[in-house]
C-alpha cells in the first residue's frame, strides 16, 4: 500500500521556520522525483519544490527561492521541506508528491498557517 504521510505543519509567527517532512512507504523511494505543492483558500494548488530521485537537483518557485530548501534522505525514505521567513502567503495546505512515470502519489496534506 502506497503512502506518503506529511507531518510538520502548524500555527507559525510572520518570520519563523518551519520543517515539513514526508515519510513515504509501499513503493520504491530511491527511483521517484519527489516534490512539494501547496493550496491555498481559494486558489490553485502550485509547485513549491521539486528534487529528483537522486537528490542531485532541485528547482524551486520563484517566490520560495531562498527562502525554502528541498532535499530527501533515500534511506529513510524521507523528503523534507525547510521554510525560513514565513510570511502568511504561504499559508496553505502543503502536499507531499511522489512521481516516477506511470506513477503519481499523493499525500493528504499538512495545515501550515502564518500569523500573528
Known amino acids: 500500500q502506497v503512502r506518503l504521510v506529511e507531518s510538520g505543519g502548524g500555527l507559525v509567527q510572520p518570520g519563523g521556520s518551519l520543517r515539513l517532512s514526508c515519510a513515504a512507504s509501499?513503493?520504491?523511494?530511491?527511483?521517484?522525483?519527489m516534490s512539494w505543492y501547496r493550496q491555498a483558500p481559494g486558489k490553485e494548488r502550485e509547485l513549491v519544490a521539486r528534487?529528483?530521485?537522486?537528490?542531485?537537483?532541485?528547482n524551486y518557485a520563484d517566490s520560495m527561492k531562498g527562502r525554502f530548501t528541498i532535499s530527501r534522505d533515500n534511506g529513510k525514505k524521507t523528503v523534507y521541506l525547510q521554510m525560513n521567513s514565513l510570511n502568511p502567503e504561504d499559508t496553505a495546505v502543503y502536499y507531499c508528491?511522489?512521481?516516477?512515470?506511470?506513477?503519481?502519489?499523493w499525500g493528504q496534506g499538512t495545515q501550515v498557517t502564518v500569523s500573528s
Open positions: 528534487i529528483t530521485s537522486a537528490g542531485g537537483d532541485t
Open positions: 509501499g513503493f520504491t523511494f530511491s527511483r521517484y522525483a
Open positions: 508528491n511522489a512521481r516516477a512515470w506511470p506513477n503519481d502519489f
